[in-house]
């Protein structure tokens, strides 16, 4: 599938001098901020959209998260394979396409290409592997086909589902009593009769009639959420990636599934070495959310004339994995932010930006402190309208402009 395009820079992001910091980032299968340690390249894998509306700003918060973490890495040195999913056919997709009668394949395409302008106007990096489910169906059926042959998996009707069974829970650290809650919840089948533990997750949907199906080499049917992520992630970034990202809506069933299936697929553990998820975007007190129909959308915000560094501006200004709420102040807030940030840049001289660079990375690398970063950036900026300061470098507005560009992807 094709991803979108890259920013102009970021093929190779405004080069900053001075020492880059190791990124530490919070790691919710260990509760507590780890360094991260990928090697000369680092291996990213975020669980994508189901392009049946897109793109809220739920969404965009999750993705400018990890877009962090991917400029963080490269302002270090490493190279970075960002793989990321569309979950282009699913059950949700199905459901909205029939009523809205819209085929299930022009509504993805729609809601996707729509998702794809959202992320380049936002400034997001772009993945080097994105894949629509509908594109891997056979390599997540071989991979069905192994968990069946090694027992980790049975029939049930025409269906396949995973058997739950070795590290299982060790990914969001919920009690048994808070999952089987949760798989309800999020699309789980707990109470479905003859299954051989409440917990266990749909491998493979047999072929139901007035629905999609694929010939495989486990029958007629389509893949079940948790394993597209698995096989997509796995065979392209191998086991042990350095980072597995998405909502903290995500946390349970996906992630622990997802990485459950991958460690009984191939015996090695972990999936990931940090699983880092990001919190919830909420609107007038509830998380923002497609069932409950609360959506604040980046295009019509673009369609509306703000501008996209206004909105990317607005959603750093909290921690990432805080649940927030979109008022009515923020966006107005960013936009005198952002016009600050401009004004100051365009100044003939400001003061010496260097320890501005050293403080912004240092915040960013300390999981990803973006308000603290941000206050970094607005005392510069004062100081540099306000001529507060003794210094007068005529290099300055470049750095700090560079500085915001390259980390936090901000264009002035």
């Given at each position: 599938?094709?991803?979108?395009p ?33 090697g ?11 392009p ?15 877009d ?16 990321q ?25 729609r ?35 192994k968990?069946?042959?090694d ?8 269906d ?43 491998l ?31 065979n392209r ?22 990485a ?17 998820h990001?919190?919830m ?9 497609k ?19 206004a ?64 206050a970094?950036?607005?005392r510069?900026?004062?100081?540099a ?16 402009a ?11």
């Amino acid at each position: 599938m094709r991803s979108w395009p890259s920013p102009e820079h970021t093929s190779d992001l405004p080069a900053l001098p001075g020492q880059p910091r190791p990124l530490r980032l919070y790691d919710t299968a260990a509760d507590e901020v780890r360094p991260t340690a990928p090697g000369s390249t680092a291996r990213l894998y975020v669980c994508g959209i189901t392009p049946y509306d897109a793109t809220h700003l739920g969404h965009a918060a999750t993705y400018l998260a990890f877009d962090l973490v991917y400029r963080l890495w490269l302002d270090a040195g490493h190279r970075v394979h960002y793989v990321q999913n569309v979950t282009d056919i699913d059950d949700p997709l199905l459901e909205r396409a029939a009523a809205t009668g819209i085929g299930w394949t022009e509504l993805a395409e729609r809601e996707t290409e729509l998702y794809r302008q959202d992320m380049t106007a936002l400034r997001v990096l772009p993945p080097q592997d994105y894949v629509g489910v509908t594109e891997a169906v056979d390599e997540i059926a071989e991979g069905v086909a192994k968990l069946l042959a090694d027992d980790h998996a049975y029939r049930l009707e025409q269906d396949i589902y995973a058997r739950t069974a070795g590290r299982f829970g060790y990914e969001s650290r919920y009690s048994r009593a808070q999952m089987l809650e949760l798989f309800a919840e999020r699309g789980g089948d707990p109470d479905r009769p003859g299954k051989q533990d409440p917990l266990d997750a749909l491998l493979w949907r047999g072929r139901r009639d007035g629905e999609p199906s694929w010939d495989t080499a486990v029958g007629p049917g389509r893949p079940g959420w948790h394993i597209e992520c698995s096989v997509i992630a796995h065979n392209r970034l191998g086991m042990g990636i350095d980072v597995q990202g998405g909502g903290s809506d995500l946390r349970f069933p996906h992630h622990e599934h997802s990485a459950a299936h991958a460690e009984a697929l191939t015996g090695e553990w972990p999936f990931a070495r940090h699983y880092v998820h990001a919190g919830m975007i909420g609107l007038d007190g509830e998380k923002m959310s497609k069932s409950r129909g609360n959506l604040v959308f980046v295009s019509k915000l673009r369609g509306a004339g703000v501008d996209p560094m206004a909105i990317r501006l607005a959603l750093l200004d909290g921690h990432y994995r805080a649940d927030r709420e979109w008022t009515g102040g923020r966006l107005p807030q960013a936009e005198r932010r952002l016009a600050n940030w401009r004004r100051a840049a365009a100044q003939p001289t400001g003061p010496d930006a260097r320890p501005l660079l050293e403080q912004v990375r240092d915040r960013l690398a300390d999981d990803l402190d973006t308000t603290g970063a941000i206050a970094a950036v607005d005392r510069w900026a004062r100081s540099a309208v306000e001529q507060v300061s003794s210094g007068a470098d005529p290099d300055a507005p470049a750095l700090m402009a560079r500085t915001v560009d390259a980390l936090l992807g901000v264009r002035l």
